[in-house]
Nanobody, 115 residues
Framework: QVQLVESGGGLVQAGGSLRLSCATS????????MDWYRQAPGKQRELVAT???????NYADSVKGRFTISRDNTRNTMYLQMNSLKPEDTAVYYC?????????WGQGTQVTVSS
């Protein structure tokens, strides 16, 4: 059974940093691209960053140069290092993987950036 568990969210001042983690189980990690999404209150869920199984990355324009996605295949864990945080980064952050045509989501972790 595929499970995704996020951690690392919290409250931080603008300009600060946080590191999110997404621990996976179910044997799918090494073979699949994975993503971070976020959803702010009253807004649609949006793609933040993607990392392929080989480590290639892509970012939303709004986070380029500030966020870094990475993965540790030995720990079956994905990370999102978030620097220079802005109030507009406030959202619930979710990790995601699509495996055999099924979308799997974690429970989300809240990130709140105060001005």
């Amino acid at each position: 059974q595929v499970q995704l568990v996020e951690s690392g969210g919290g409250l931080v001042q603008a300009g600060g940093s946080l590191r999110l983690s997404c621990a996976t189980s179910g044997g799918i990690f090494r073979l699949n691209a994975m993503d971070w999404y976020r959803q702010a209150p009253g807004k649609q869920r949006e793609l933040v960053a993607t990392i392929s199984s080989s480590g290639s990355t892509n970012y939303a324009d709004s986070v380029k140069g500030r966020f870094t996605i990475s993965r540790d295949n030995t720990r079956n864990t994905m990370y999102l290092q978030m620097n220079s945080l802005k109030p507009e980064d406030t959202a619930v952050y979710y990790c995601h993987v699509k495996f055999l045509g099924i979308n799997y989501w974690g429970q989300g972790t809240q990130v709140t950036v105060s001005s």
